[in-house]
Nanobody, 123 residues
Framework: QVQLEESGGGLVQAGGSLRLSCTAS????????MGWFRQAPGKEREFVAA????????SYADSVKGRFTISRDNAKNTVYLQMNGLKPEDTATYYC????????????????WGQGIQVTVSS
């Protein structure tokens, strides 16, 4: 089993920044992708960003390109989501997720999920 623990959420004013962290523990894989998804009240869970550990490929949702950056520290099994220029529409519960193999953006393809962390952006 894999455990994912998120941290770094909170309340911020529009235009501000937050950095989310997600640390994986437990079972290890030779090839995997870690990603971030978010879900706002009354909406479906949506892809935000992902990064493949081995190849280093990244992908971002159009809504966050240029504002969010995903990075990782392989030695710490941790992935980060640096969020700059936050907008009220970024308000959601953010989830860290992990899948084996190549990067995809479908939530259903991810096998392991964190419990979620709240990000609230005030206008």
């Amino acid at each position: 089993q894999v455990q994912l623990e998120e941290s770094g959420g909170g309340l911020v004013q529009a235009g501000g920044s937050l950095r989310l962290s997600c640390t994986a523990s437990g079972r290890t894989f030779s090839s995997y992708t870690m990603g971030w998804f978010r879900q706002a009240p009354g909406k479906e869970r949506e892809f935000v960003a992902a990064r493949n550990r081995n190849i280093g490929t990244t992908s971002y949702a159009d809504s966050v390109k240029g504002r969010f950056t995903i990075s990782r520290d392989n030695a710490k099994n941790t992935v980060y989501l640096q969020m700059n220029g936050l907008k009220p529409e970024d308000t959601a519960t953010y989830y860290c997720a992990l899948k084996t193999g190549v990067l995809v953006i479908r939530a259903a393809a991810y096998d392991y999920w964190g419990q979620g962390i709240q990000v609230t952006v005030s206008s």
